[in-house]
């Protein structure tokens, strides 16, 4: 079948539609990533605002899927100070748990709280957290992994321990000085 | 192995349309190591556009011009509104000058500010001048019984774009 | 009875004059929800404060479409790699004079003009390499029939 | 009572004003080849002996020959009635009709008015331009989409992968610089 000009072209606008405002499915790992900083950076991508069609009354938000939760970094001593509060209305019902028994408790519940702050305050906030999800190790359901097409980059480095390297390694690293004998650490 | 941005070398040849190649376009070419390399490859890129533009083989042409203040991007059979009474009478056709970018799916020629007048011709027919809508500027103080309504409307020149085309080839 | 010319007419409080003064409020105000759509008193007062937030409104839309635009141009630049503010600056210090409106048009519409606008500017700030960082590697180095 | 007639009923019923905005458009691409002007009928409704037509009979003596030359498509009807106040009514080829009642008027505002109802298209006046441009082809390289700037060989990459996640610093670390310092002064 021979298209005219006019016909193929309104057939490839709306191809072209389609794959504009396709949803994608990233993938972010949060090993050893301050869960704050990639708040914003999650938040970002959940809004849509790292594409060249955001408006605030578009909905073209990704999805991600954040993996390895369990091993978040809070700096300074915030595991300890970090607390989150909570109120059951009742009197004398108030609660502040801090960010470690938080953690134990379940361990992407630090993230998804400062994910959902980071979120504006506005009535597409649960629609968008409904397209986060979180996972406390790097096993991912396979509906969901299969879904995945875009990876997020991570926002530090991933330090790696004494034991991790490897003996030669160790071994050939310059020395730039020498305890003397007489030193005790 | 020369490795050069098919894009780099775009900018690049439309800023020779602009005027002769300077040390600061020559910057440009940070990635390219041999100068007689970069000279061949300006001279084929170059010579694959100025050969659409002879043949006619290019795609729809597109434009950004600067008008009254504002900048449209307008390609032909376009209808752009201008927020200002022109001079011109309905259905004159005039020849827009000041034209910031033109381009096509293979090419894009930027000028620096403006392209050369003779290179890229962009014409426009004024089909409505009008009225936009009215709207209320209100004024009011409190406990004064102040309070006026001034009412404005702003003028439009609606202009049609007839065609964009490419002169002469782009090195001349 | 007392007499009045055509001038003075429209002062008599006829129940006519009432209605279209109130017509003219009820116009404009049926768009409002609860009683401010349809009793006068809450009405009129319910307007004058809407003509003026409309007046500020008219300058934030302003605003507001700028950032937009601003957000849509980083948003793509940001993917090739280049930050706005080296971007805007590259693309200044190149003579470059296209505004953010069409900027923005251009980065979802015609996206090889807008790569080849951010490689400009790109060129233009690696002399100092302290503001764009590493070249992002989503950048394709190719060589399609340049070099041979 | 001869305000503003229009053909909206809205304005003279008891629902109120929903004025939509409206996007360019015009028929039969007119301007590409030839431009058909849109104005098809103006009918000048006026008093010969009533002071609220007075600018308007000045306006037919003067300049009603200059208007006709002016716009020679369209047909110019002259209608007296007494006693009542003038009106002006403009009708364009695409059916739109629109009166205009000139009592406040002087002559300097009639020819502005009336020049406005000449050089306008023929649609529903005092509605808001919503857009200022109008294009049948938005795109001519393709619109963005999000594999535009993607390189070819991620697609290949099972995700999650460590390469693509790994960050990327834009400064080199302290230990990065001594090992490069130590790389260097190595023949020494």
């Known amino acids: 079948m021979r298209l005219t000009p006019l016909l193929r072209r309104s057939l490839s606008a709306s191809v072209d539609q389609k794959l504009t405002f396709a949803r994608l499915w990233a993938v972010f790992d949060a090993k050893h990533q301050n869960p704050f900083n990639s708040a914003e950076l999650i938040a970002n991508v959940l809004q849509g605002k790292d594409k060249p069609l955001y408006h605030y009354h578009t909905d073209c938000g990704d999805h991600v899927v954040v993996i390895n939760c369990k091993d978040i970094s809070l700096p300074w001593y915030e595991w300890k100070y970090r607390m989150y509060y909570h109120h059951t209305d009742y009197a004398g019902g108030a609660s502040w748990t801090a960010a470690w028994e938080m953690h134990d408790k379940n361990p992407t519940k630090v993230l998804e709280k400062a994910v959902y702050r980071a979120l504006p305050g506005d009535l597409t906030r649960r629609l968008r957290m409904s397209r986060l999800h979180l996972y406390a190790d790097d096993s991912i359901p396979d509906e969901i992994k299969e879904n995945i097409t875009r990876q997020l980059r991570q926002l530090r480095k991933v330090p790696r321990k004494l034991d991790d390297i490897p003996e030669d390694e160790r071994r050939s690293f310059p020395k730039l000085f020498d305890f003397p004998e007489n030193h005790t650490l | 192995?020369?490795?050069?941005?098919?894009?780099?070398?775009?900018?690049?040849?439309?800023?020779?349309?602009?005027?002769?190649?300077?040390?600061?376009?020559?910057?440009?070419?940070?990635?390219?190591?041999?100068?007689?390399?970069?000279?061949?490859?300006i001279k084929t890129v170059l010579g694959a556009v100025n050969d659409q533009i002879e043949k006619g083989t290019h795609s729809r042409l597109f434009a950004v011009i600067y008008l009254h203040g504002k900048q449209f991007k307008v390609t032909a059979e376009d209808i752009i509104a201008v927020n200002t009474v022109m001079p011109v009478g309905i259905g004159e056709t005039i020849r827009l000058n000041k034209i910031l970018l033109a381009a096509s799916t293979d090419f894009t020629l930027i000028g620096r500010p403006l392209l050369d007048q003779d290179l890229v011709r962009v014409y426009a027919t004024v089909i409505e001048r009008t009225l936009g809508h009215e709207y209320r500027i209100f004024k009011f103080r409190q406990r004064t019984r102040y309070q006026r309504s001034y009412f404005y409307r702003q003028n439009y020149t609606m202009l049609r774009i007839n065609g964009i085309e490419i002169a002469r080839p782009i090195d001349q | 009875m007392v007499t009045l010319t055509s001038v003075l007419a429209h002062w008599v409080k006829t129940p006519a004059n009432r209605y279209w003064k109130r017509r003219r409020?009820?116009?404009?105000?049926?768009?409002?929800?609860?009683?401010?759509?349809?009793?006068?008193?809450?009405?009129?007062?319910?307007?004058?404060?809407?003509?003026?937030?409309?007046?500020?409104?008219?300058?934030?839309?302003?605003?507001?479409?700028s950032q937009t635009w601003q957000s849509r141009i980083s948003a793509s630049t940001e993917s090739l790699g280049l930050n706005y503010f080296p971007f805007?600056?590259?693309?200044?210090?190149?003579?470059?004079?296209?505004?953010?409106?069409?900027?923005?048009?251009?980065?979802?519409?015609?996206?090889?003009?807008?790569?080849?606008?951010?490689?400009?500017?790109?060129?233009?700030?690696?002399?100092?390499?302290?503001?764009?960082?590493?070249?992002?590697?989503?950048?394709?180095?190719?060589?399609?029939?340049?070099?041979? | 009572m001869l305000w503003i007639i229009s053909e909206n009923r809205a304005e003279c019923s008891t629902m109120n004003h929903y004025k939509p905005g409206f996007f360019l458009k015009e028929g039969f691409n007119n301007g590409m080849l030839q431009h058909v002007p849109s104005l098809a009928r103006l009918t000048f409704k006026f008093c010969k002996s009533h002071g609220s037509s007075r600018f308007m009979r000045e306006y037919?003596?003067?300049?009603?020959?200059?208007?006709?030359?002016?716009?020679?498509?369209?047909?110019?009807?002259?209608?007296?009635?007494?006693?009542?106040?003038?009106?002006?009514?403009?009708?364009?080829?695409?059916?739109?009709?629109?009166?205009?009642?000139?009592?406040?008027?002087?002559?300097?505002?009639?020819?502005?008015?009336?020049?406005?109802?000449?050089?306008?298209?023929?649609?529903?006046?005092?509605?808001?331009?919503?857009?200022?441009?109008?294009?049948?082809?938005?795109?001519?390289?393709?619109?963005?989409?999000?594999?535009?700037?993607?390189?070819?060989?991620?697609?290949?990459?099972?995700?999650?992968?460590?390469r693509l996640s790994a960050a990327k610093a834009t400064y080199p670390t302290a230990t990065e610089r001594v090992l490069d310092m130590v790389k260097t002064s190595q023949p020494r």
């Not at chain 3, 996206?111 to 302290?130: G, H, Q, T």
């Not at chain 4, 002559?107 to 529903?124: A, D, F, H, V, Y």
């Open chain 3, 25 to 65: 409020v009820f116009i404009e105000s049926g768009h409002f929800y609860g009683r401010s759509r349809n009793c006068y008193a809450i009405a009129i007062r319910r307007l004058e404060k809407a003509w003026t937030n409309a007046k500020h409104g008219r300058a934030d839309l302003k605003k507001t479409t």
């Open chain 3, 88 to 148: 805007a600056h590259g693309l200044a210090h190149q003579q470059v004079a296209l505004g953010k409106k069409v900027l923005a048009d251009l980065a979802w519409s015609e996206p090889r003009s807008f790569r080849s606008l951010v490689e400009l500017a790109r060129n233009d700030a690696c002399k100092d390499p302290a503001h764009i960082g590493e070249p992002n590697e989503n950048v394709i180095l190719g060589s399609e029939g340049v070099d041979k």
């Open chain 4, 60 to 162: 037919i003596e003067s300049e009603i020959m200059d208007l006709a030359r002016q716009c020679p498509t369209a047909v110019i009807y002259l209608k007296p009635r007494r006693h009542r106040d003038p009106v002006v009514v403009a009708e364009y080829i695409n059916g739109h009709k629109e009166e205009l009642r000139c009592n406040p008027f002087s002559k300097q505002e009639l020819i502005r008015w009336i020049n406005l109802m000449t050089t306008t298209s023929g649609r529903p006046s005092n509605q808001k331009l919503l857009k200022y441009s109008a294009t049948s082809s938005i795109s001519i390289q393709g619109p963005w989409n999000p594999w535009v700037y993607k390189p070819t060989e991620e697609n290949l990459e099972e995700l999650p992968s460590e």
């Open chain 2, 1 to 41: 192995m020369l490795r050069v941005l098919p894009s780099v070398a775009r900018s690049l040849a439309s800023s020779l349309s602009v005027r002769p190649l300077t040390s600061k376009a020559q910057a440009v070419t940070g990635e390219i190591v041999d100068q007689n390399r970069e000279s061949r490859v």
